[in-house]
């Protein structure tokens, strides 16, 4: 379990996953438009899980991550890697760089690196926070990132919509995985394949089998060497299957780093610049109030010492955004 950072003095990192935070919100949520006719409804989605994040679990620092359109190492490994999702729609591609503006605004530091994807600077940042006794909490609406729970690091989950949540530990993963350690999900993913990111896994092996064989042999490199040297063991893997596995080991292997969050992704995490709370107030009043998301402003935590009385005193404004 997430303890309790102020009984304990633990300091604790949130790492928001802003490309998968954004997507989720915007397929969640109906269109919103201000009266610019701003499409705005995968910001305020957003919005809605970081300051729930923040209620929950309070934390002393905060960063944001995000993918670039530049290509990756695992594209220059395999060019078919997510080959087959669809172009983002230009409705949420508009909304990224506004995000990127509020965050700014809450003083939020923004990691991007060209060559590597946000799951990697999750896995970097993640591990370098470890090293300094913090722990972590991701922020995501990707379950990729649950191979990275551990004692220090746990995932903040979206599981329907944006306010259906759920907060993954070891014992949580173990628990919708069958058995399985967060360590475990590269060799499960690795032989049944990911449709979503191109990722071939071992021909006419399913997630049934594929869980059977990671439960029986822990990873897939114990699988090829029990059969391979016909260890004790082999008898569980029936002959049809055996086959499919020994036609498909280049790919499975293949996979297997490709679904591999690298944790050693260049980028220096420095508590100092993210601090959680160092922001103006009247500055991330207007970054929300120019999206006329007047009923979150009351809504985010203040820096410390920060007034807000006269703003407690003024009435509501009306919102005025609009549904399509």
Not at 49 to 55: D, G, I, T
Not at 197 to 211: M, R, S, V, Y
Not at 274 to 280: A, H, I, M
Request: with cysteine; net charge negative; aromatic share 8%.
């Amino acid at each position: 379990m997430i303890t309790d950072n102020i009984m304990t003095q633990i300091k604790r990192l949130i790492i928001i996953d802003g490309h998968a935070v954004l997507h989720r919100a915007f397929h969640a949520l109906p269109p919103l438009t201000t009266q610019k006719g701003e499409q705005v409804n995968a910001i305020y989605g957003f919005l809605l899980v970081f300051f729930k994040a923040l209620n929950e679990f309070r934390p002393d620092f905060a960063v944001a991550t995000f993918d670039l359109p530049a290509p990756t190492f695992r594209h220059q490994e395999f060019k078919e890697y997510k080959a087959k999702r669809p172009k983002m729609a230009d409705e949420l591609a508009e909304q990224i760089p506004k995000i990127k503006n509020i965050l700014t605004a809450f003083s939020v530091p923004i990691f991007e690196k060209e060559g590597f994807e946000a799951d990697d600077l999750i896995g970097a940042l993640s591990r370098q926070a470890e090293q300094e006794q913090v722990e972590t909490v991701i922020i995501s609406g990707d379950l990729d990132v649950l191979q990275l729970v551990g004692p220090a690091t746990k995932v903040f989950a979206l599981r329907k919509g944006v306010k259906d949540t759920v907060l993954y530990d070891e014992e949580k993963v173990k628990e919708k995985y069958d058995g399985l350690l967060p360590s475990q999900l590269l060799d499960y993913k690795a032989l049944r394949g990911d449709p979503s990111d191109n990722i071939p896994g071992a021909a006419g092996i399913g997630e049934k089998t594929a869980l059977t064989l990671i439960k029986d042999f822990d990873n897939i490199e114990n699988i090829y060497e029990v059969i391979e040297r016909q260890l004790d063991g082999a008898e569980k893997i029936t002959p049809a299957v055996k086959e499919k596995l020994i036609a498909s080991k280049e790919l499975v292997f293949l996979s297997k780093r490709l679904v591999t969050i690298r944790k050693d992704a260049p980028v220096d995490l420095d508590l100092t610049q993210c601090r959680w709370g160092d922001y103006n107030f009247e500055k991330a009043e207007k970054a929300l109030g120019d999206f006329e998301f007047y009923s979150l402003i009351k809504k985010i935590p203040a820096p410390p010492g920060a007034e807000r009385a006269k703003q407690e005193e003024e009435k509501p404004k009306p919102s005025n955004l609009k549904l399509f």
